[in-house]
């Protein structure tokens, strides 16, 4: 692989795109040379920021040829180092595909990747629409983020992660040609797959240009509380017994002790009033057109939980009360950011296996001197783990750590989960893809690459074990 | 290819099923050479019905080596011939495949190929849980065939297709190896996607031994409702419009006048007082757990399409009413079969586009002197198109028709439509992939048959064209 590019390639490559969108100073290397991932940085050799499909096709196909490495970046808020230039080459930002149109005779949206995932769900709103993916980071993150990754968020558990929308892409692949995956059906049994086999490949199969994404006709009312437990384990198994109360909630959301305080020291303006005796919290929502169902739901779910050791159940009364529990629950991972170093995964497993999964990881975390944070998308049995570094030695953390995320990731598939539920494998999780699958199905997955990509240009050393 | 077996591969495949498990007889053989679609017959060579993964496995390790065909089949309901065994070689049913376990903690079922959907439907509801595809033949057909085709039914509007509801599958690839594609989770952003890659993979890419379903909680009612349209457009153009007045029925269904009248022809059990001038009628449902909600959108589906020429809206009051109608809905691919010789066409395409593509539909079958019957998913765009013989002559019925269909396919494709919405391509609609798809893209598709089954033996000559 070309790492570093020679003046000739630069000249080949302003000849396709003017170089005012051509960027080889330090500074804009190392601004795109990181995601949310740790501390990371990766900058690529050249960062280009091109306007069209025939730019991207043009780029892909000098690459080709001259085996450089390519890494599509988005908004960079990934946490699994997707966008990352690992391999230096071209950062080929995408943050012109900014094009959005809601389709509102077929309730669909087509638009390019830089839509940031809010944008679409305001537009689709003012249309009387609702697109329901939401990851945290929706306020910054761009949809052709969301669909490299397949990102979910809090209300995947009612309306499902970013691939239960995708209709058709429109994508480059590494030779430079152009396909639509699909086509902006609600259904399709036209041959295999390749949307959905696009849709979570980190920018490894393919650059994705333009997305087609169904829309729902929007919800007008909801109700959301937030449900203190004296036990963290009871927390977990509380979300199995509201589904089985017949509820399916719009967001049933789970943060121990640590993440609510750690929250609520990062914001100025939420208060709450927690007992010490709290160990966690669930955040539950129901959504609907009807007040009257609506509260007969909440009454439910009450039911469902009050044999469990809670505490008194608050409820939102006003938008900006719901603003703010949200926001609280938004802002975990980054309140956690700012105090110390650490790593998060992404673990997912059964719903039901939520209280194992969070007892082992305590006891894990013990076994090698760790503490982490839990919090997620308990609905969906997707537990996000945040490892804090705090004193640990830096030996400790180097050494220690991986053993301790190994020993998760195995506990994890033992309770037939596994490694991601919604950020990916990327540059940071993809040595420990072996504990998921056997090398016949890793196999397939490399071949899947090499079918795509034989020249290994297009996201090099992402998702796939650095050994098969 | 092996297409006729050797005494000796005999013995060999009864070292490893038992020795009654296989059948070299002419009519099993001939049983197990149709599926519903037209009166094909390919009979396999032998057929086989395994027990276990283990036999599932040596008898693809033995195929493997001696490059002998296998075509997994299931109930043989399908319409667009995937499980025929067309360069014979070993039928290998999947009928023993029975198990079924529903987990109601974890609000998943886990089961064999040969479950009959309507069989999981039935053990779900009866532990209050709700699995939704409901192709009109769930009463044969089976979860294994519905997983291959990516099958739909009249749920699908509201509840998305059978791959909405699969999360793991154990497949035994053509070389004997056996996977699980992914994990028994809600989300999943663990490598490329195997799993969407296996479902409407039509039996080409690996064996279906075990299947993990998503199940949500069951709904309790449901108000069902007949609206007859004095013009077939109109009813198609009202589809869209039930749609923006923000519901989302359970159903939608279209049915054109000749599909109701030889419905009704065909059952004796059911009747219906319908105006002559009465060209379409729309089958719409809406479910939940609240009669008042049901009640208030049965109200907005009313005044959704009052402004279009329709008659009196018939309204099923008891289960029986409910049932006769769904009957008669579902008897219609049957009745026209009964009449006549014909083919079946699974048209897709945006939900605005439908009263575009009837049109179409109508006038390339003046073009080219055929009839045709239509009915389908008009919620989903999805359009069966019966093309039917009647009193055409051979010659034109040979020449002529292919011809049509073939407009039929590059109209629905100008649509941002497809070939198949809930049938799957099999071997029927194989040579018309070049409509929807360009070189490029039947490459990869063939590039991904050939990294599974490199020596073509698994459902040999579906999905992909003859000629790339």
């Given at each position: ?116 995932t809010q944008v679409?769900r305001e537009?689709?709103f003012?249309?009387?629409?609702f697109?329901p993916?939401d990851p945290s980071s929706q306020g910054s ?12 968020g809090a209300r ?62 929007k919800n007008s009312h909801n109700i959301l509380m937030l ?23 719009s967001a049933?959301e789970?943060m121990?002790?640590?993440?609510i305080?750690?929250g609520l020291?990062y914001l100025d303006n939420v208060n709450l ?8 919290h669930?955040l539950v929502e129901v959504d ?26 608050l409820f939102a009364d006003t938008e900006d009360q719901k603003n703010a529990l949200w926001k609280l629950r938004r802002t975990v991972a980054e309140a ?133």
């Amino acid at each position: 692989m070309q790492t570093i590019l020679s003046p000739e390639i630069i000249t080949a490559l302003e000849a396709i795109v003017t170089p005012n969108y051509i960027f080889l100073d330090e500074e804009t290397r190392a601004h795109y040379g990181h995601d949310e991932t740790e501390d990371y940085s990766f900058p690529p050799s050249v960062v280009i920021k091109p306007g069209t499909v025939g730019e991207v096709s043009a780029i892909m196909k000098l690459a080709n040829v001259y085996k450089i490495p390519v890494v599509p970046i988005g908004a960079r808020t990934g946490l699994s180092g997707g966008a990352l230039s690992i391999y230096g080459g071209i950062g080929l930002s995408m943050e012109r595909f900014t094009n959005l149109e809601i389709d509102e005779k077929n309730l669909q949206a087509i638009m390019g990747p830089a839509v940031i995932t809010q944008v679409l769900r305001e537009a689709a709103f003012e249309k009387g629409l609702f697109y329901p993916p939401d990851p945290s980071s929706q306020g910054s993150c761009t949809i052709g983020g969301n669909v490299a990754e397949n990102s979910g968020g809090a209300r995947a558990v009612k309306y499902g992660v970013t691939k239960d929308y995708v209709l058709n892409l429109e994508v480059v692949l590494p030779n430079g040609d152009v396909i639509w995956t699909g086509a902006n059906t609600l259904k399709n049994s036209t041959g295999y797959n390749l949307t959905q086999l696009m849709v979570g490949s980190e920018g490894t199969l393919g650059i994705i240009t333009t997305i087609v994404m169904k829309l729902l006709p929007k919800n007008s009312h909801n109700i959301l509380m937030l449900i203190p437990f004296f036990k963290s384990e009871q927390a977990c198994q509380a979300v199995a017994e509201i589904f089985r109360a017949g509820i399916v909630p719009s967001a049933l959301e789970f943060m121990e002790r640590d993440a609510i305080d750690w929250g609520l020291k990062y914001l100025d303006n939420v208060n709450l009033d927690i007992k010490d005796e709290v160990q966690a919290h669930l955040l539950v929502e129901v959504d609907g057109n009807y007040p009257d169902v609506l509260f007969a739901e909440a009454e439910k779910i009450m039911a469902a939980v009050e044999h469990f050791d809670i505490d008194e159940i608050l409820f939102a009364d006003t938008e900006d009360q719901k603003n703010a529990l949200w926001k609280l629950r938004r802002t975990v991972a980054e309140a956690v950011k700012s105090n110390s170093v650490y790593k998060e995964e992404d673990t997912v497993v059964p719903r039901y296996e939520l209280p194992v999964l969070l007892a082992g990881i305590k006891t894990i975390g013990k076994k090698y001197g760790f503490h982490t944070v839990c919090y997620g998308h308990a609905g969906d049995g997707n537990l996000h783990v945040n490892i804090i570094k705090g004193d640990m030695t830096d030996e400790n953390w180097k050494t220690e750590v991986p053993k301790g995320i190994r020993e998760i990731f195995e506990l994890t598939v033992s309770l037939k989960g596994t490694l991601s539920g919604e950020h990916g494998i990327g540059y940071v999780q993809k040595n420990y893809m072996d504990i998921a699958f056997g090398t016949t199905h890793l196999l397939l997955m490399k071949g899947i690459k090499q079918l795509f990509d034989p020249n290994n240009i297009l996201n090099p050393g992402k998702i796939l074990p650095d050994i098969i």
